[in-house]
């Protein structure tokens, strides 16, 4: 079992940057690939970006790519997303989630969430 915890959310302004955590403790010892996940009211959970065990290769939605970093410190077990230039159509409950193997853009294929951490951008 691994357990995520997301830390860093709130309210910003258009422009503005946030910097999400997701430490993680249990069966860390394993191969993880991790992703962020977000998903807005009404809407369905759509995948953010994603890194690989050894933090080699990231992956990122279109709409995000080029402002957002995500990042890992395998030392510490923890995973970050870096999100600048921040848009109100960001807002959300942003996930941290976990699964052994390559990382994936399908959340269905991921085996460990954590609770997740509200991301709000005002105009």
């Known amino acids: 079992q691994v357990q995520l915890v997301e830390s860093g959310g709130g309210l910003v302004q258009a422009g503005g940057s946030l910097r999400l955590s997701c430490a993680a403790s249990?069966?860390?010892?394993?191969?993880?690939?991790m992703g962020w996940f977000r998903q807005a009211p009404g809407k369905e959970r759509e995948f953010v970006a994603a890194i690989t065990w050894s933090g080699g290769s990231t992956y990122y939605a279109d709409s995000v790519k080029g402002r957002f970093t995500i990042s890992r410190d395998n030392a510490k077990n923890t995973v970050s997303l870096q999100m600048n230039s921040l848009k109100p159509e960001d807002s959300a409950v942003y996930y941290c989630?976990?699964?052994?193997?390559?990382?994936?853009?399908?959340?269905?294929?991921?085996?460990?969430w954590g609770q997740g951490t509200q991301v709000t951008v005002s105009s």
């Open positions: 249990g069966r860390t010892g394993s191969t993880y690939a």
């Open positions: 989630a976990a699964r052994s193997g390559y990382p994936s853009s399908i959340s269905s294929l991921y085996d460990y």
